[in-house]
């Protein structure tokens, strides 16, 4: 559990602002990734990036946009353009290596539209 | 691109029975399969992993099979208890990336 970071643990959004959600990890995970939850559908993916500077859209990532500055930060910033943003956010990460590892969750955040 | 289906989506135990979730996926590429946990409001937590390689893998009370020519893999929870009452969702990827879930099923174990 420990190691990767989710803040806030909740978000209101205003129609048409920009919100950040923040992602931090310490166990020097090479790969990091956004999911969206929303009740029963399961995770979906948003992005994901394998290493600094570089990121790949997932199956949604109309409306968002990421960026990864750092190794241990991967921000999601969900856009207006995003029309229906109230679902819960899952930041992952994972460490590349020769064998497959495992995704490590976050805690999430629930952002909500006022 | 991958799609991953799941069934039941809800599932009602007695303790101490065995409870079977199972999933089908749709690329053939597709070589690890993790199984996720999620309580009401918290992080996925892995429970059981299994790669295209093998056929089966237990972990005490949890055990995953795969049949790679069907394209379908299992959960099995055995002498389930009510603390196993959670979300479950599969997922398959080709070497971890590019993730796909399924829909999830809720599982309650009744004492």
């Known amino acids: 559990d420990g190691g990767i970071t989710q803040s806030p643990k909740y978000l209101f959004r205003k129609e048409g602002q920009n919100v950040t959600l923040s992602c931090e990890q310490n166990?020097?995970?090479?790969?990091m990734y956004w999911y969206r939850q929303d009740p029963g559908q399961g995770l979906r993916l948003i992005y994901y990036?394998?290493?600094?500077?570089?990121?790949q859209k997932g199956d949604i990532a109309e409306g968002y946009s990421v960026s990864r500055e750092k190794k241990e930060s991967f921000p999601l910033t969900v856009t207006s353009a995003q029309k229906n943003p109230t679902a819960f956010y899952l930041c992952?990460?994972?460490?590349?290596?020769?064998?497959?590892?495992?995704?490590?969750f976050g805690p999430g955040t629930r952002l909500l539209v006022l | 691109g991958e799609n991953v289906e799941q069934h039941p989506s809800t599932l009602s135990v007695q303790e101490g029975d065995s409870a079977v979730i199972k999933c089908t996926y749709s690329?053939?590429?597709?070589?690890?399969f993790p199984w996720y946990k999620q309580e009401l409001g918290k992080r996925p937590q892995l429970i059981i992993d299994?790669?295209?390689?093998?056929g089966e893998k237990k972990d005490q009370r949890i055990a995953v099979t795969l049949n790679k020519t069907a394209k379908h893999f299992s959960l099995h929870i055995t002498e389930t208890q009510p603390e196993d009452s959670a979300v479950y969702f599969c997922?398959?990827?080709?070497?971890?990336?590019?993730?796909?879930f399924g829909a999830g099923t809720r599982l309650t174990v009744k004492p």
């Open positions: 992952a990460s994972r460490l590349l290596a020769g064998a497959v590892e495992t995704q490590y």
């Open positions: 166990l020097n995970h090479d790969a």
């Open positions: 990036s394998q290493i600094v500077n570089d990121f």
């Open positions: 690329d053939s590429a597709s070589n690890y």
């Open positions: 299994i790669r295209s390689n093998v």
């Open positions: 997922a398959a990827s080709i070497n971890n990336n590019d993730m796909r």
